[in-house]
C-alpha cells in the first residue's frame, strides 16, 4: 500500500499558500497532512488530501503547478520511541529517507508519518517485512 501525495510549486510571495488552500477549500477538499519547504525564491508544498484527483484538476486549473509523488504512510504509536525505532529499521536496511512529515489524524493514539523514500520499493518491502501498519487514506 502507498499513498499519493501532491506537490504544488510556489513562488516565496506573501499570500500564496492562502491561494492554494483557499482553491481547496472552495473545492471542497480536506487536507489530511501538510508540510512546505521553502527556499528565497520558492517552496514546495507537499499535502495528502482527502480527493487527489479533484484537487489536482481545482489547482491546475487555478494556475499551479502540480506533481502527484508515491509515499508511504506508515502508522505508528503516538508516544515517545516510536518513530525512532522505525527510523533505526530504515538505518540498519540503509533505506534513504529524502524527506518526512506527520500528522495525528488517524486513529487514536496514532500517528500518520508520511515518507519519501529514495528507494521506494525496498522501502515499502522493510515496512512490510517488520509488519509495520501502512494506511493508504486517512
Not at 525564491?41 to 487527489?52: E, K, M, W, Y
Not at 484527483?53 to 515517545?80: H, M, Q, S, Y
Not at 528507494?119 to 517488520?130: C, P, R, S, V
Request: glycine fraction near 8%; hydrophobic fraction near 45%.
Amino acid at each position: 500500500m502507498e499513498i499519493k501525495q501532491i506537490s504544488v510549486f510556489l513562488e516565496n510571495n506573501a499570500g500564496r499558500l492562502g491561494e492554494v488552500t483557499r482553491v481547496l477549500a472552495d473545492a471542497g477538499i480536506n487536507l489530511r497532512a501538510i508540510s512546505i519547504a521553502d527556499t528565497a525564491d520558492f517552496g514546495i508544498l507537499r499535502l495528502i488530501v482527502n480527493d487527489q484527483d479533484k484537487a489536482v484538476k481545482a489547482l491546475t486549473g487555478a494556475g499551479f503547478t502540480t506533481r502527484i509523488t508515491n509515499v508511504a504512510a506508515v502508522e505508528i504509536e503516538d508516544k515517545p520511541g516510536s518513530l525512532a525505532g522505525v527510523m533505526e529499521l530504515f538505518r540498519k536496511s540503509r533505506v534513504n529517507i529524502e524527506y518526512l512529515y506527520a500528522s495525528l489524524e488517524g486513529n487514536v493514539g496514532k500517528a500518520v508519518v508520511i515518507f519519501k523514500l529514495e528507494d521506494h520499493d525496498k522501502g515499502l518491502a522493510l515496512i512490510k517485512e517488520n509488519g509495520l501498519s501502512m494506511v493508504d487514506s486517512f
